[in-house]
C-alpha cells in the first residue's frame, strides 16, 4: 500500500521522471553488461547450433562441468554448515575477540583470488608447511579435486555466514526462550524453532556460494594443476580453450556457465520473495 | 477463497524447494570418473605450441605401437601452458612424468631441484625433440613493409610478444633478434656489432604493445585483431594459415631454430612405469614420430630430409642455434639478463 502512495504523491498527469530513469539505466547497463553476454551468446551460435553442440559435447568440456559443480557442491555443503555454526556461535555469544574473528571470516572477499590459490599451495604443496610432512606418506591433497574444493572453500568462505548472520541478530529470542520453558532441549529448539526461520537464509546463502564457486577461476588454475579430463574445472576450460584460439570451445561452454548462473539467481530472486512472505 | 491460495503458495514452495535441492543436489552423485578402466596413464606437461603435434599424433602413434607390442592400453592426460610455467607447476609438486619444454634452462632447473636425476642430455639428440625457427606474422598485404626484425622498430607498428618471464617463446625470441643483429653485422664488416644489435631491440621493445603469458596466447590474442605484427614459432604462423587465418609469415634473413628438449621427471615415475616412460621417450626420436612432428609444421632434429620433403618449411639465409650464443647457461644470463632486462627493460620505462 505505501508504495503505491509515495508513487503517486509526485505525480500530476505523466511522469517523465518513470520512462526516462528506467530508459537511462538499461542504456547503461547496455555496454556495461548487456552487450557482453549478448556476444557471447552471438559469437558461441554464429557457426550454426551443431557445431555448438559439438563443442559442448566434447568429453573434456563435460568433465570440466561436472567437476565444477561437484566441487561447488562440496564447497558449499561446508561453507553452509560452517556460515550456520559461525553465525550462530557469533551471534548469541559475545566474548573477547569476535569481532576479530568476524573479520577474519570475511576476508576472503578482499584477498585476490591468486593469493588464495598460492597460499594453499604454501601450505598444502608437496614442500609446503604442513604437505611436506604428508607427502612422504603418499598423501597429496594439491593438484586434485580435494584441492579446488579447498580452493572453492576458501573463496566463498563469507558468503553463507554473511546471509546467515544478519538473519541470526534480528530474531526475536523470545520464540526461543519460550521454546526452552516448554522443555525443549537445546538442539530441538534449535531444529524446530530457529532453523525454520532461517530457510531462506540458508537458501539464498548456498545458491550465492554455489554460484560463486562454480564461476572461480584464479585460485583453482593454481592449485588443480589444470589436467584436462583430470583436473581441470570449467572456467580453466574456457581458459585454456582460448588461450589455445579454440574460442568456439571457449564460448559453447561460456555460454552454459552464463545460462546457469541466470538460473541459480533467478531461483535466488524467487526465492527471496516466497521466504518473506512467510 | 484464501486458503486456496495459500495451498497453491505452499504447493508452489514445495516444487520450488525441491527443484532448487535438486539443481544443487545433482553433481554430488558424479564425483570426478577419470576413467581408469584398466591400461596406463602417462601424465605429460607441454609447453604451450606441442599440443596439436602430441595430441593428434604422437600420443595415438605410440598407443597403437604400444599395443600392438605389448598388448596394454596407453592413455595421455596432459596439460599446456608457457614453459616457464610448467616448470613452475612442476616445481610446486604436480605430478608429471614427462615435460617436453621450450628451453633447456627449464630442463635444467628441473634438474637442479633434484627432479630430473638422469641426464636428459644422454636422450638422442642431446634430448632434444625438434626445432622450429623464429618468424615475423604479419597482416594480409603487410601494410607497414616489414622485412626483417629491425623493421618492427619502425614507427607506429604495433608488436604483440610473448612475456620472457613465463615463456619459452618469448626468451627465444629476444635471442633471435638479437643474434640476428649481431649474425648480419658480422658477414658485413667481420665483426658482430654488440652495439647495434642492442639498439635494434630497444626499438623493437619500444613498439611492444602487449607481453602474453605463453606463445600461443601472443598468438590468439593476435588473432584475435590486436596488433600489427607478432614475432613467434615459424609453426605458429603455419597452423594458423592452415587453419584459414589471413596471416602472412615473413622469414627474417638470420634468425634462430628453437631446440626443445623432451625430460622425463624421474621423481615421480612410479617404477612399474619406468619401461612405458622410457619407451615414450625413445619413440619421439623414431622416425615415425619425427615424420609426424614435420607433419606439424615443426623442423627434425634427427633428419634434414623429411624438412626438404614439407615444401612450406622456408630455407632460411642465415639460420643459427643457441650455440651461437655458447649454448643456455651463457646465453641466459648474458642476454635475457644483462642485455634484456638490464639494458632493454629497464629504459622501457
Known amino acids: 500500500m505505501s508504495t503505491v502512495i509515495s508513487t503517486m504523491r509526485h505525480v500530476r498527469g505523466f511522469d517523465f521522471a518513470r520512462p526516462l530513469s528506467i530508459g537511462m539505466l538499461i542504456f547503461m547497463m547496455l555496454p556495461l553488461v548487456f552487450l557482453p553476454l549478448a556476444s557471447i551468446f552471438l559469437f558461441g551460435t554464429n557457426k550454426g547450433l551443431a557445431s555448438f ?16 559443480l561437484a566441487t561447488s557442491f562440496w564447497a558449499t555443503v561446508f561453507n553452509v554448515i560452517f556460515g550456520l555454526f559461525a553465525a550462530y556461535v557469533l551471534s548469541r555469544h559475545n566474548f573477547w575477540g569476535r569481532n576479530a574473528l568476524i573479520v577474519t571470516i570475511s576476508l576472503p572477499t578482499a584477498i585476490p583470488t591468486a593469493v588464495a590459490g598460492f597460499a594453499l599451495l604454501l601450505l598444502w604443496g608437496p614442500y609446503g608447511t604442513l604437505g611436506r610432512f604428508l607427502s612422504p606418506h603418499g598423501i597429496q591433497i594439491m593438484f586434485t579435486g580435494g584441492a579446488i574444493i579447498l580452493a572453492n572453500i576458501f573463496v566463498t568462505f563469507p558468503l553463507a555466514f554473511g546471509v546467515i548472520k544478519p538473519v541470526f541478530d534480528t530474531m526475536s ?5 519460550a521454546s526452552a520453558t516448554m522443555g525443549a532441549t537445546r538442539i530441538q529448539t534449535f531444529w524446530h524453532v530457529t532453523l525454520p526461520s532461517l530457510r531462506g537464509a540458508i537458501v539464498s546463502g548456498a545458491l550465492l556460494t554455489f554460484a560463486r564457486a562454480v564461476g572461480e577461476f584464479g585460485s583453482t588454475i593454481l592449485v588443480s594443476g589444470n589436467l584436462a579430463g583430470r583436473t581441470q574445472t570449467a572456467p580453466l576450460y574456457i581458459f585454456a580453450k582460448f588461450n589455445e584460439g579454440q574460442i568456439e570451445a571457449a564460448n559453447a561452454i561460456a555460454i552454459v556457465l552464463a545460462l546457469f548462473s541466470f538460473l541459480i539467481f533467478s531461483v535466488l530472486f524467487v526465492a527471496r520473495d516466497w521466504f518473506d512472505v512467510d | 477463497m484464501l486458503s486456496c491460495r495459500t495451498k497453491f503458495r505452499r504447493r508452489a514452495k514445495c516444487l520450488f524447494i525441491s527443484l532448487s535441492l535438486g539443481l544443487v543436489l545433482s553433481p554430488a552423485c558424479l564425483p570426478q570418473p577419470p576413467a581408469e578402466s584398466g591400461g596406463i596413464n602417462i601424465t605429460v606437461y607441454g609447453f604451450s605450441i606441442m ?12 598407443a597403437t605401437k604400444w599395443k600392438a607390442e605389448h598388448g596394454q592400453e596407453v592413455r595421455f592426460t596432459s ?7 610448467v616448470t613452475n607447476q612442476i616445481l610446486q609438486g604436480v605430478r608429471a612424468e614427462i615435460a617436453i619444454l621450450a628451453i633447456e634452462r627449464d630442463a635444467e632447473r628441473l634438474k637442479q631441484a633434484g627432479f630430473v636425476t638422469s641426464d636428459w642430455r644422454e636422450l638422442p639428440y642431446g634430448g632434444i625433440v625438434n626445432q622450429t625457427p623464429f618468424v615475423i606474422l604479419v597482416r594480409p598485404g603487410n601494410p607497414q613493409g616489414i622485412r626483417d626484425f629491425p623493421d618492427l622498430a619502425k614507427a607506429g607498428v604495433r608488436l604483440v610478444h610473448p612475456d620472457p618471464i613465463s615463456s619459452g617463446g618469448g626468451q627465444w625470441s629476444i635471442l633471435a633478434i638479437y643474434g640476428s643483429e649481431l649474425k648480419k653485422s658480422e658477414t658485413q664488416t667481420g665483426e658482430p656489432d654488440r652495439a647495434r644489435a642492442i639498439q635494434t631491440l630497444r626499438g623493437v621493445w619500444h613498439n611492444v604493445i602487449s607481453t602474453p603469458g605463453s606463445a600461443r596466447e601472443a598468438r590468439t590474442q593476435f588473432e584475435t585483431g590486436f596488433g600489427d605484427a607478432l614475432v613467434t614459432y615459424e609453426l605458429e604462423g603455419l597452423l594458423m594459415k592452415s587453419a ?20 622425463v621427471i624421474d621423481r615421480n615415475v612410479a617404477p612399474a612405469m619406468r619401461p612405458v616412460v622410457n619407451a615414450f621417450m625413445h619413440y619421439l626420436w623414431s622416425e615415425e614420430a619425427q615424420r609426424a612432428f614435420v607433419k606439424y609444421h615443426f623442423r627434425s632434429t634427427t633428419s634434414e630430409i623429411l624438412n626438404d620433403e614439407n615444401k612450406e618449411l622456408q630455407p632460411i639465409e642465415m639460420p643459427f642455434t643457441i650455440e651461437y650464443f655458447g649454448g643456455w647457461s651463457r646465453a641466459y644470463p648474458e642476454i635475457i639478463e644483462k642485455v634484456f632486462r638490464d639494458q632493454v627493460q629497464q629504459t622501457r620505462r
Do not use: M, Q
Open chain 1, 53 to 68: 553442440w559439438a563443442a559442448l559435447s566434447a568429453p573434456e568440456a563435460i568433465f570440466a562441468l561436472k567437476l565444477s
Open chain 2, 79 to 85: 596439460s599446456f601452458a608457457g614453459s616457464e610455467t
Open chain 2, 51 to 62: 599440443k596439436e603435434a602430441l595430441e593428434n599424433a604422437i600420443y595415438p602413434g605410440f
Open chain 1, 173 to 177: 529470542r523470545s520464540l526461543e526462550e
Open chain 2, 244 to 263: 584459414g587465418s589471413p596471416v602472412h609469415i615473413i622469414v627474417p634473413r638470420s634468425t634462430i631454430l628453437s631446440d626443445h628438449p623432451a625430460v
